[in-house]
């Protein structure tokens, strides 16, 4: 009875969803399009995609766009998956994973978007380079390119200029050694280094993930993703470690493993910790706060290894990617792709960049002339990056990953060794990861 | 009007809609969800179905979470049962007493009922933060008891009896109302003839008002017990994750993440009908063990 219940709402949930993200003929024999991303609300990006989207139907009566965007993660992830568990993909839509794509690809969920890229070269060449191999599946098993990437999220530490000087750093870490020596005399001043809220288990599966960048590369953490590396390799458990002692070294605040992403972001943005390791989307989150010490906020790339010089331009940059549905007819993949590149024109994203200070992948587009300094900076360090790499899981299909490695990152800092944090990894990863 | 009740096909006409609504949104997603759960399938309309016998139940009930999960959902229930229904039914005899602030009591009560999880998470989240800023962590510094200090989500050994609190705190309102209700309909002249016979105090209660609230009593316990074994919401708020070494994971957080999260909606499917059964279980042998007790009619 109880789980019927459960099954009602999720049946609500599917009869709610089936009227509104199918992808259909719309009224007076339009074609629809349903847009479906993460942004939506008040917020500055889903109001310039409205404008977007509206300007685009102005322009095309004989297309109807419907913008079922969600802001809220579990609710946009629920609709996502009941639309794609009845058939009813939206048209555009966004799912943050990679190899995670493989299966819808290969099951005809997604489009191939190689032949509408091939033949539309001005478009293909308007992304940065590399920028489109992001979502190139061929290394998983379905050749092709299965999404467009949208925008940028490059990590990088944020510090407060005036903790560090009060600290007695004059200069900003370049190396993990410079890293430890910064700590070292914050803490000496009796300052917290770093924010954590490590309650949201992704805080501390950053910072890791940056420490796996620097040590064993792109390619590295693409091996692990496919296989060819295991998580009990020497190296990998070494990254473990690493994190793990950066606790030891008194890094974070006492009890952080408890703190939430609010404390920590509070604990910044109020001069009560000197750092967060963070991404490119927060520098507009930070300059919409109230806090006082905006002006003694900037950042610095995550430090290298000595030891390790070959990875020191390695930098961690998350993609986020539109995936266009592979089950559409002709005149709605046709009337889809229009909308898409209509949003992809060197306009319309310098015009999201201009209002919502969103880094993007595409050439030619610079920070606005009255940007704060911070973002321009971010622009400019993004485009010195050569060399990056996303999220360890985002090359793994094992779809469990995330939550074990992470959860088993936090069950390390508060007891477990690296060796055994390593071993449960592997072991879920062996338990889950597709044949 | 004699007739039309007897008529079956009338019977039947008026009862057709809700037993529709029932079939379709009760029992076909219940058979639908075991017929999933003997199945492999990626939440995907373009792969089938891949059967795959009991091969989900095998990998269930051989992973360490899930039986994990089951100890920590049974605990949560067994103390839930505890505390919950005595402390509303204790709550309910109290304010049944105190006629002047009845209304008072009754609504401080019943409000953390009304209030949204999300809300009152957020509440105990406060209480419960992990360092003296704490509301908790700071009262014990305040009374000289800084060693119990503690991170109470985060460490396993305190994680589940927090979680356990915040339930009975936002739960007891209510079966205080169920008692309160249950109460109102007790005669005066049973308890007068009681205090005749010498029953006061504790007699009274054992002897009196335990009988006679016997039912209520009963529908309370069910649905401690049946709540419980379907919690999501407090534990997913307050320990996203489920708590460090899965000190806190509960069927419904992992049936969630194996469903919505990691696609494994056979998975999934399997742990919503281990839920249904044991629900369905506990629930007909509670009400076994406490239709023993017959309750006094009056």
């Known amino acids: 009875m109880r789980k019927g219940k459960a099954m009602l709402s999720v049946a609500l949930a599917a009869a709610m969803t089936l009227g509104s993200a199918v992808p259909a003929l719309a009224d007076g024999d339009k074609t629809k399009v349903v ?401 | 009007m004699e007739k039309i009740r007897k008529n079956k096909k009338i019977i039947f006409i008026f009862l057709l809609p809700a037993v529709l609504i029932y079939l379709c949104f009760e029992v076909i997603p219940v058979i639908m969800s075991i017929y999933f759960s003997f199945n492999d399938w990626p939440g995907i309309q373009a792969i089938p179905l891949k059967f795959v016998g009991l091969n989900n139940y095998k990998k269930l009930f051989s992973n360490g979470v899930f039986l994990q999960s089951l100890k920590n959902v049974l605990i949560y229930m067994m103390i839930s049962v505890v505390l919950q229904v005595p402390i509303g039914f204790g709550l309910g005899l109290l304010i049944h007493h105190f006629k002047k602030w009845q209304r008072f009591f009754k609504a401080a009560f019943f409000i953390p009922m009304i209030l949204s999880v999300t809300a009152v998470a957020l509440l105990w989240n406060f209480i419960y933060f992990p360092t003296e800023k704490g509301i908790l962590n700071s009262f014990l510094i305040k009374l000289g008891l800084d060693s119990l200090v503690h991170q109470w989500l985060v460490d396993p050994k305190t994680s589940l009896i927090c979680l356990i609190i915040v339930s009975t705190w936002t739960s007891v309102g209510y079966y205080m109302i169920i008692c309160l209700a249950g109460l109102t309909s007790i005669p005066d002249s049973v308890l007068e003839a009681g205090s005749l016979d010498g029953a006061t105090g504790w007699k009274k209660i054992r002897y009196l008002y335990i009988p006679m609230l016997w039912e209520p009593l009963k529908m309370s316990t069910i649905m401690v017990i049946t709540g419980v074994l379907k919690i999501f919401d407090t534990v997913y708020i307050l320990t996203p994750t489920g708590g460090t070494g899965n000190s806190t994971i509960v069927p419904a957080l992992l049936m969630y993440n194996e469903a919505y999260r990691y696609g494994h909606y056979g998975t999934g499917s399997a742990i919503a009908t281990v839920i249904f059964v044991l629900s369905a279980f506990v629930s007909i042998a509670s009400l076994k063990l406490m239709n023993r007790r017959e309750s006094i009619e009056y």
């Open chain 1, 35 to 435: 847009f479906m991303s993460r942004d939506s609300g008040d917020t500055p990006i889903a109001k310039v995609y409205e404008d977007q989207i509206a300007r685009f139907m102005e322009e095309n009566p004989d297309i109807e766009v419907q913008n079922d965007s969600i802001y809220e993660e579990a609710a946009y992830n629920n609709k996502l998956k009941v639309a794609l568990s009845t058939g009813e993909t939206p048209s555009i839509f966004y799912y943050p994973a990679i190899a995670g794509l493989t299966e819808w690809a290969q099951n005809g969920v997604l489009l191939d978007l190689t032949d509408s890229l091939d033949a539309d070269q001005e478009w293909k060449d308007s992304f940065l380079d590399g920028a489109l191999e992001t979502y190139d599946l061929s290394a998983y098993g379905a050749d092709g390119i299965y999404a467009l990437p949208n925008e940028l999220n490059v990590d990088a530490i944020f510090y407060n200029k005036a903790l560090f000087e009060k600290a007695g750093i004059t200069e900003t870490p370049q190396t993990m050694d410079d890293l430890y020596d910064a700590i070292d005399k914050l803490v000496a001043a009796g300052i917290t280094p770093f924010g954590v809220g490590g309650k949201n288990t992704w805080v501390m599966g950053h910072i890791f993930n940056n420490i796996l960048a620097k040590r064993i590369g792109r390619e590295g953490i693409i091996k692990l993703g496919t296989g060819e590396k295991k998580w009990t390799d020497e190296d990998v458990v070494e990254c473990l470690q690493i994190t793990k002692d950066l606790k030891e070294k008194g890094a974070f605040a006492e009890g952080f493993e408890g703190m939430d992403y609010n404390t920590q972001m509070n604990q910044f943005l109020t001069g009560e910790v000197a750092m967060i390791s963070h991404s490119s989307p927060i520098i507009p989150e930070m300059l919409n706060s109230e806090s006082e010490i905006l002006d003694d906020i900037s950042f610095f790339p995550f430090p290298y290894f000595t030891d390790k010089e070959e990875f020191k331009d390695t930098h961690v940059v998350y993609t986020s990617g539109w995936m266009i549905s592979g089950t559409m007819s002709d005149e709605e993949k046709e009337a889809t792709l229009k909308l898409v590149k209509y949003m992809t024109t060197k306009d319309a994203i310098q015009e999201r960049m201009d209002a919502a200070m969103r880094v993007a992948p595409y050439k030619d587009i610079d920070a606005p002339e009255d940007a704060p300094q911070i973002f321009k900076d971010m622009v400019e360090y993004t485009g010195t990056i050569s060399d990056s790499v996303g999220e360890y899981f985002d090359y793994d299909t094992c779809s469990t990953l995330v939550d074990t490695s992470r959860n088993g990152i936090l069950n390390m800092m508060l007891s477990d060794t690296a060796e055994d944090t390593a071993a449960t990894i592997q072991a879920d990863i062996d338990a889950n990861r597709p044949q």
